[in-house]
């Protein structure tokens, strides 16, 4: 049965389906890289998203290579456009994110970072989500191995569903 769209989720309905595109990525330490990228949003009927993504390097002649980053968790609407999410990553760390959405764009910073003993150092991020056209965008700029918050990768995915 397909659940009605809870109306707290006006603010993030632009999100909802699954994407897929490609993404440049880079950040002082490490080599500039290419990736692709399948991310979905879907809904159970209730005042959350639930959001995956998964990614891979995008090599030369286009062809996807090695599993890169994979992410998931849960997008909470607040009252007056406030959005609270929730991230897990594999490799030991979790991001809680407070911010806004309007007019088909989320902006969010970290609120708290936590992270495993063996996790490399991430100290805090920002991401920015939005419609380019019918296209989503989205950006991560993060603070991690002693350097400051500047952007990691960014995205530009098609509405596949
Ligand atoms: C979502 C898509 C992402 C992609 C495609 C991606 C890709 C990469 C790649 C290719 C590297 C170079 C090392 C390697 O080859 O594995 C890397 C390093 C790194 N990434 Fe990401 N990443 C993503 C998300 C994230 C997120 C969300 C965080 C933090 C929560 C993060 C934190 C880091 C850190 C700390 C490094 C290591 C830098 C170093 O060792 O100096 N990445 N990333």
Redesign the pocket.
Known sequence: MEPELHPDLEPLKFLLGAWEGA?V?G?P???D?R?G?EMSFTHIGKPFLIYA?R?W?LEEDGSLGRP??T?SGYWRPRPDHQVEVMLA?P?G?T?IYQGNAAFNRVELQTDV?ARTESA???TG?TRLYGLIGEDLGWA?D?A??GQKLQS??SAQLKRVG
């Open positions: 993404g990525g950040y330490t490490i080599e890289f990736f990228q993504s990614t390097m890169l980053a992410e990553h490799t760390i991001e970072v490399k150092e991430v991020g991560y993060m991690a191995m990691h990768l």
